[in-house]
Nanobody, 116 residues
Framework: QVQLVESGGDIVQAGGSLRLSCVASGSTVSINNMGWHRQAPGKQRELVASNIRTGFTNYADSVKGRFTISRDNAKNTVYLQMNSLKPEDTAVYYC??????????WGQGTQVTVSS
């Protein structure tokens, strides 16, 4: 019922910035939580940041102070502003949405590569 499309992944140098976007379509009125996860080569997928409609926000310790998640409910879009990027931030970033009924949806992912 919900489709998620990420964009904004790119190759950047260490210390640079990048903004990821995720646009939801379909039954968007049912979406409660939205967030971002990432998976680096050979590593487990981890939560990066999450946001709910009421404004609750959570960040992984590794990105606090550098990344900011924001949400535009009118546009059904969630953003991830990434500043002071480090090589260890290199990963495929996935958008995630959870409805109030407990259904989970994932985007296809967008590649972020940070060179040293």
């Amino acid at each position: 019922q919900v489709q998620l499309v990420e964009s904004g992944g790119d190759i950047v140098q260490a210390g640079g910035s990048l903004r990821l976007s995720c646009v939801a379509s379909g039954s968007t009125v049912s979406i409660n939580n939205m967030g971002w996860h990432r998976q680096a080569p050979g590593k487990q997928r981890e939560l990066v940041a999450s946001n709910i409609r009421t404004g609750f926000t959570n960040y992984a310790d590794s990105v606090k102070g550098r990344f900011t998640i924001s949400r535009d409910n009118a546009k059904n879009t969630v953003y991830l502003q990434m500043n002071s990027l480090k090589p260890e931030d290199t990963a495929v970033y996935y958008c995630n949405a959870v409805t109030s009924w407990g259904k989970v949806f994932w985007g296809q992912g967008t590649q972020v590569t940070v060179s040293s």
